[in-house]
Each structure stands twice: as structure tokens, then as C-alpha cells.
């Protein structure tokens, strides 16, 4: 049994929990809970879940590795205290008023609790506050395939995050990029736009496969300061998501073989100054490109209101 917290919202307590069911090739099962409810509502609402989730992965229900994933939100009431306590020390609940009643085995149940965000759910559901913590890290930042996959489940292939949905429609659409090739071909972006101080090339088809990876810490760095995240203890991964998916988007429909944007950025073979042709092309491009950060960052980011200055 552990609690999974953190400071602020978005620093990846649920990526950790379906990371580790997926490490320890268990059955994840969430079961978000944001109303106040009765023991046989919650007995209803854990079991219909693993069911559902057993159905999805085609495996048995009753014999299954499961990660019991309780997902409490904030608002909920200290009412809830008896049957937190029932679920995590006595292995289970009970409604008397029916005899209906849920036990999770130990031998193959991991019970996963997220709190949300901050200190308010603690000082409500003090049951919650006197289990194992796990606290998530805002500064950790996976840059693996696999582990992508494992932490983000079905959202890392998925084609709403990169602008291919309708593509997939029409004979000849582009494939949907997973999770780790949307962040690689904006990472690759943001290191190039960087190292050619504020320019951008004409011709940009994603990382090249010859050259060394960008190292974790450096993809993170790259994606906080395009999204103006200067505190790293704050750090939104839901909100670098968001942006890595909008950006990828933008990128891929400017370098589209029929854009407007692709043809005007394009070198001119003919042109009497090569050298400066390819100076004016990148400049433009390079603002091209910056427009499109700033529309992916007010789209990905969550607005922050600043204090009124007297006068």
C-alpha cells in the first residue's frame, strides 16, 4: 500500500503508478473516486472497473496481478475516512446493509492511493496521511521509449495527440507519431533553433539518426524553458505534454510538402548570393517558428494571474 502525492498538480503521479504496473507486468485498474459515496457504491465502482480493465487486456479477472488504482480528488469529505481505513489496513469492505463485500488478495493486489495535489486532502482524510508516501519528482523526466509506453498507456500512441486523427481518414494519411517521436522531432527542434541562435533551417525532417541523442535533463531543460517553467520544483509535465503535442502539430503542417511556409523558407538555387538568401530563409523561418512556440505554449500552459500593480 503506498500513497502517491506531490506539490502541485501535473508532476506525474499517475505516469508513476501505470509505470509501475506495467514494470511488474500487472493489470492497472483505475478507479477514480470524486464523490462522497456509500461502501456498496465504492464496492461496485472497484469491481465493474477491474472487470472492465480485465476485458480490455484479455486477461482473468480472479487470477490477475492488479494495481488497485484509487484516485481521490480534493473536494471529497472527511465521511470518506472509515472506508479508506477498511480498504488499505483491513484488505477490504464491507456493506452490512447488503452483506456485498470486495477483498483485495495481497499476493497479487497492489493497493495505489494518488492524492491530489497539496496539503488539503491530507488534513481531510487523515487515514491517507499515515500511509507510505511516494512523492512524485517534477524534475524526473522520462526520455525512453519503453518507458514512455509503460507510464503513459494507451495515450502514447494515441492520434488525437498529434494532429493526425482525420489524416488517418484519407487514403495516403500519415501515420500517427507516438509519444516519443512527437518529443524527439520538438526536442530536435527547440536544440537547432537554440544552437542556430534564434534561426531556423528551410529543410527540417526530424532528428537526424547519425547525430548523438539529446540526453534526458537536456530535453527536459529545452521543453521548461520553451514553456517559461523557470521554478524546477514546479514543473507541469501534464502542461509539457501538451505543448510537445501542439508543437508537433504546428512543425509537421509548416514542413507539409504543400505549404505556403515550406515554399517561401525554401533556398533559391538560382539566387545570386547563396549565403545570403539562406540568411534571409532561416531568419524568416526561425520567426516562423517562434510564432508557432508562443501559440503552442498559450494553448499547453495554464495562465497565471499576475498581481495588480497600484498606480
Not at 507539409?256 to 524568416?284: G, Y
Amino acid at each position: 500500500v503506498r500513497v502517491h502525492t506531490s506539490e502541485h498538480a501535473g508532476a506525474g503521479k499517475t505516469f508513476d503508478i501505470r509505470h509501475g504496473a506495467a514494470a511488474g507486468k500487472a493489470l492497472w485498474v483505475h478507479v477514480p473516486v470524486n464523490l462522497p459515496m456509500r461502501p456498496g457504491q465504492l464496492i461496485d465502482l472497484i469491481q465493474s472497473q477491474i472487470t472492465t480493465a480485465a476485458k480490455r487486456h484479455s486477461v482473468a479477472a480472479d487470477s490477475a496481478k492488479v494495481v488497485l488504482h484509487i484516485d481521490l480528488a480534493e473536494s471529497l469529505p472527511a465521511s470518506l475516512n472509515p472506508l479508506l481505513f477498511d480498504l488499505a489496513y483491513l484488505g477490504g469492505i464491507c456493506d452490512y446493509t447488503t452483506g456485498h463485500h470486495f477483498l483485495w488478495p495481497p499476493g497479487r493486489t497492489t493497493l495505489s492511493i494518488e492524492s491530489a495535489a497539496g496539503p488539503n486532502l491530507f488534513n481531510t482524510l487523515r487515514v491517507v496521511a499515515l500511509l507510505p508516501q511516494h512523492v512524485a519528482s517534477p524534475s524526473s523526466f522520462s526520455y525512453d521509449p519503453q518507458e514512455l509506453a509503460w507510464g503513459m498507456g494507451a495515450e502514447f500512441s494515441s492520434a488525437r495527440n498529434d494532429g493526425t486523427a482525420m489524416d488517418l481518414l484519407r487514403p495516403g494519411g500519415r501515420r500517427t507519431a507516438d509519444a516519443y517521436q512527437r518529443l524527439e522531432f520538438v526536442c530536435t527542434a527547440l536544440h537547432i533553433t537554440e544552437e542556430m541562435k534564434g534561426r531556423f533551417p528551410s529543410v527540417f525532417e526530424g532528428p537526424n539518426p547519425s547525430s548523438p541523442k539529446l540526453s534526458p535533463s537536456r530535453c527536459l531543460e529545452l521543453l521548461a524553458k520553451a514553456c517559461e517553467m523557470t521554478d524546477k520544483a514546479r514543473i507541469c509535465k501534464y502542461g509539457l505534454w501538451n505543448f510537445v503535442n501542439v508543437m508537433y502539430w504546428q512543425l509537421v503542417d509548416m514542413h507539409n510538402p504543400e505549404s505556403p511556409v515550406m515554399h517561401t523558407c525554401m533556398l533559391d538555387p538560382s539566387a545570386p548570393d547563396q549565403a545570403k538568401d539562406r540568411d534571409i530563409k532561416t531568419m524568416i523561418k526561425g520567426e516562423l517558428f517562434h510564432f508557432a512556440l508562443r501559440t503552442a505554449r498559450d494553448f499547453a500552459t495554464r495562465a497565471v494571474r499576475k498581481p495588480m500593480v497600484p498606480r
